[in-house]
């Protein structure tokens, strides 16, 4: 989900799950011939509703009942209702308001709504507009005590993978080389952006001497770049 | 028109004589200006200004949306916000209406704190804190219940609250903690609001009041943590409590159910407030009976026995809670009162034993970055004392006895930071008792904004935006002004710091941790830093984290070599993320000195994070 839907949908949750029930307890508590201005009605909806929720979803975990939605929201709306029925038995449903005159509310909330569309629609023409521009490069099995073996055709498999988090198609070539010498170069390897390549590089094993004391290199280079771009090491092991 | 040296507002003084709250002086009228619509305009500029920059300041952060740490939580958003805080103040200049101010108040904090929220792919914040409480919120908006075995297990108040807006949103737990608790902390300049309706003020010292609570920013500003939390609901049962102590017989009903509420909400939401908040209430009546003693009190112990009435049932909840229920919690508890007896040995000490090898300005530099807006509010709330006491009998009784609470309060916290020092314990958590004590210096630190407000209205425009932009480098930490690795070694950078204050939850560390997760079998030993083993437990949850039991291990080469170990965890500062642990065994020589070793195999590389496999 886009971050600015996720910034409007977590503030409508808070005002409804929070704001909204401890607005209407302050009627169901409080005398009505005590006026509240804005503020102070507020204050009080904003701290009875955090009581609320606190108390009930810590009830709902204590007594094994769990807190999900299917929990909770009965609950709260259960004591919401309960709320404006004690409300209304005072007499009080009428002054229920929200202590603004309708043609400035309507205007608020036509103007909030016109800045929502805005906000939804400027950053979001590009997610993560500033994400960091990288690769992933990783031996997909390792072998044991950083060592790799020969199997059976006396090979060595490396099973490689490339993870493209540069937000574009990036093609790359792969280089193997043991003690200065290349030992294996791929072909060009295309990938998609937010996609991954898995593949693997067979290298004769009698092609290397000096196993034991230098370590395999393997090099990820990207097209635009002539120096290595990431770098991984993995040594040989003896036969078996 | 000079402002009245009176601070009570209309109505109810200790002395007889009553005076109107004046209004603050107004422009000269010109022509000009009595035309209705420049008046029109003149008042309400301010607020599209102020209304329209705070709404930038979100469009750019989620614009700027990063997965990366850079360089400090303003950039390229700072301009920004420059501008915003002068529109906060220029609205402040204009505004004489208390509601008003306390919304504008509110608006501004809160979109403050919501900058790292909306900037950063992850919450903000790399402590173990912070990966503990989303784990735990993770864990209940997944299943239904906290994880076991954590300290929150059963004192579950702020994970439930926070996961039930994440579940019923249905939004990642990242943005949940990043928008709906900033959301949720904004609600303080209005309790603040509501508890100074209860006593008769002067008009412009309760909005200095208010300004004030804005201003007092706790030292976890930008975090989660349960400290601003448990800050929250200590103020709505001080507010609660004070209000019912003090208001009309109306209303001392729904107050008293209202604050057994606000108690029981204390009690499950955060276990150290509601022990911090019996320790100072049950001093309370003692204290003020010796200030009795002294001078007569206005209201002579009426809050005292409301208070002991106050504290009884706080005891009675919270010894029950916590012996029966939060049993693991209580066992902390002990255990740390044992330490603190038998002066075990102390995870760390009160001053950091490197601040001695450190120059004067980097000494300042980082005091400021750690300090700033705290000493600015203690001076002010120091100050304010003084102006208080000299006008206390132009205070209201109510008021008067209020300011005494409040302030036997600042002085028992006062005393728990002194005494830390004292003694050489520092496990009490020296910053979670500042935040405690900073929400309650707008109560004082008003006054000193009062009186430079009754000298002249342009001085104290300036000194409001000088507070505001002083406080800025300690609130969203400004890390290129930390001194470097250079200060202490040679062979250092400049540009690696010594103590990261800026600390972002990234993608490589994520990514790195996923390649762990999914190819690494937990039946090895994993080692890495802090930050790293305290992000495994963030994504990978306490389950599996236990399960991969990983060791937390610092580079230094020696420690490495002699180590039990199969895999190392391994990154750079600065893009990838912190360090906590000192200069010289992270650096980036270091760093690549461990990648060139040939001891190791390098399995995963992503740039700025590596996984080492031992040879």
Redesign the interface.
């Known amino acids: ?1 886009h ?2 839907f ?2 409007f ?6 005002g ?3 704001l909204l029930p401890g607005y209407l307890l302050t009627y169901a ?3 009505l ?2 006026e509240f ?4 009605r ?3 909806s ?3 509703g ?9 009830a ?3 007594l094994n009942i ?4 299917n ?3 009965p609950t709260i709306g259960s004591i919401t209702s309960v709320a404006v029925i004690v409300t209304w038995w005072r007499g009080g449903l009428g002054i229920l308001r929200l202590g603004v005159q309708s043609a400035k509310l309507y205007s608020t909330i036509a103007f909030l709504l016109v ?1 929502g569309v805005i ?1 939804a629609v ?2 979001s023409t590009r ?6 521009q ?10 044991a ?3 790799i073996s020969r199997n059976e055709n006396d090979v060595i498999m490396l099973k490689l993978s490339i ?1 493209n ?1 540069e937000q574009t198609k990036a093609t790359y070539t792969i280089q193997v080389t043991h003690a200065g010498q290349t030992l294996h170069e791929s072909e060009m390897i295309s990938v998609v952006s937010e996609s991954s390549w898995d593949g693997e590089i067979v290298i004769p094993f009698p092609e290397i001497e000096n196993a034991l004391t230098n ?1 395999l290199e393997i090099l990820l280079f990207r097209e635009i770049d002539d120096e290595p ?7 040989i092991g003896q036969d078996g | 028109m000079i402002l009245p040296k009176r601070l009570s507002g209309q109505g109810e003084t200790a002395v007889s004589t009553t005076t109107a709250a004046s209004p603050i002086s107004h422009q000269p009228q010109t022509r000009f200006s009595q035309i209705a619509f420049v008046k029109n305009v003149s008042a309400v500029l301010p607020i599209w200004v102020f209304g329209i920059l705070g709404w930038l300041i979100v469009l750019v952060s989620l614009r700027e949306r990063r997965n990366y740490q850079d360089s400090w939580v303003l950039e390229d958003v700072f301009p920004y916000v420059l501008a915003f805080c002068a529109a906060f103040v220029w609205v402040l200049f204009r505004e004489t209406h208390t509601s008003r101010i306390t919304v504008f108040s509110a608006l501004f904090v809160t979109i403050l704190r919501l900058i790292p929220g909306l900037k950063y792919k992850w919450a903000y914040g790399t402590a173990v804190d912070q990966m503990v409480h989303i784990s735990s919120i993770q864990r209940i908006m997944e299943s239904g219940f906290p994880p076991a075995g954590t300290p929150y297990t059963d004192i579950p108040g702020m994970h439930a609250l926070l996961g039930v807006i994440g579940m019923v949103s249905e939004t990642a737990v990242d943005d949940v903690v990043g928008i709906a608790f900033p959301l949720i902390l904004g609600l303080i300049p209005f309790f603040i609001y509501f508890l100074t309706s209860q006593f008769r003020i002067n008009d412009i010292l309760r909005n200095q009041i208010i300004i004030m609570s804005a201003l007092a920013f706790d030292p976890y500003f930008l975090l989660i943590q349960g400290s601003p939390f448990g800050v929250l609901l200590i103020m709505l049962v001080l507010v609660l409590f004070l209000s019912r102590e003090f208001g009309s017989i109306y209303i001392q009903l729904p107050l008293t159910i209202a604050l057994l509420g606000s108690i029981m909400a204390l009690t499950f939401g955060h276990g150290i407030s509601s022990l911090i908040f019996i320790l100072l209430i049950a001093g309370m009546p003692i204290a003020l009976r010796v200030v009795n003693k002294f001078w007569q009190l206005p209201i002579r112990n009426q809050i005292g026995s409301g208070a002991s009435r106050l504290f009884t049932f706080t005891v009675v909840l919270f010894s029950s809670w916590w012996m029966y229920q939060a049993r693991g919690v209580f066992l902390i508890f002990v255990n740390q009162i044992w330490s603190f007896i038998s002066r075990a040995e102390v995870e760390k000490a009160p001053i950091p034993s490197r601040v001695s090898e450190l120059g004067i300005i980097d000494l300042f530099l980082i005091f400021w970055s750690l300090h700033g807006n705290i000493f600015m509010m203690a001076l002010l709330a120091g100050i304010g004392v003084f102006i208080l006491w000299w006008h206390r009998n132009t205070l209201s009784p109510r008021f008067h006895t209020a300011l005494i609470a409040l302030f036997l309060i600042e002085l028992g916290l006062s005393g728990m930071l002194v005494g830390q020092l004292l003694t050489g314990f520092g496990n009490l958590e020296y910053f979670r008792l500042l935040g405690y004590a900073v929400v309650l210096t707008p109560f004082f630190g008003g006054a000193a904004l009062w009186l430079i407000r009754r000298k002249s209205q342009l001085v104290w425009g300036a000194f409001l935006m000088l507070l505001i932009l002083a406080s800025l480098f300690q609130i969203f930490p400004y890390q290129p002004g930390i001194p470097g690795g250079d200060r202490l070694f040679a062979h250092i950078r400049s540009d690696e710091y010594l103590l990261y204050l800026h600390t972002v939850v990234t993608d490589y560390q994520k990514n790195m941790l996923d390649y762990v997760q999914t190819h690494i079998d937990p039946t090895y030993s994993i080692m890495s830093d802090r930050v790293t083993k305290d992000e495994a437990y963030r994504f990978w949850g306490p389950e599996l984290a236990t399960e991969y039991g990983i060791r937390y291990q610092i580079y230094a080469t020696a420690d490495l070599d002699e180590g039990e170990w199969d895999y190392l965890l391994l990154h750079r500062a600065g893009l990838a993320g912190p360090f906590s642990e000192q200069i010289e065994v992270r650096h980036d020589a270091q760093v690549d000195r461990i990648l060139s070793s040939t001891d190791y195999a390098i399995v995963y590389d992503n740039g700025e994070s590596y996984v080492l496999q031992r040879r």
């Open positions: 989900m971050p600015t996720t910034l949908r977590v503030l409508v949750t808070t409804l799950v929070v508590l409080f005398p011939q005590v201005d804005g503020a102070q507020f204050a009080l904003g701290g009875l955090v009581i609320l929720s606190i108390v009930i979803g810590t709902l975990i204590v769990g807190l999900t939605p929990s909770f929201l800045l906000t400027f950053p997610p993560l507009n500033n994400a960091e990288y690769s992933e490069f990783y031996l997909i099995e390792q072998g005590n950083g060592l993870v988090n370590p771009y990431r770098r991984l090491t993995i040594w």
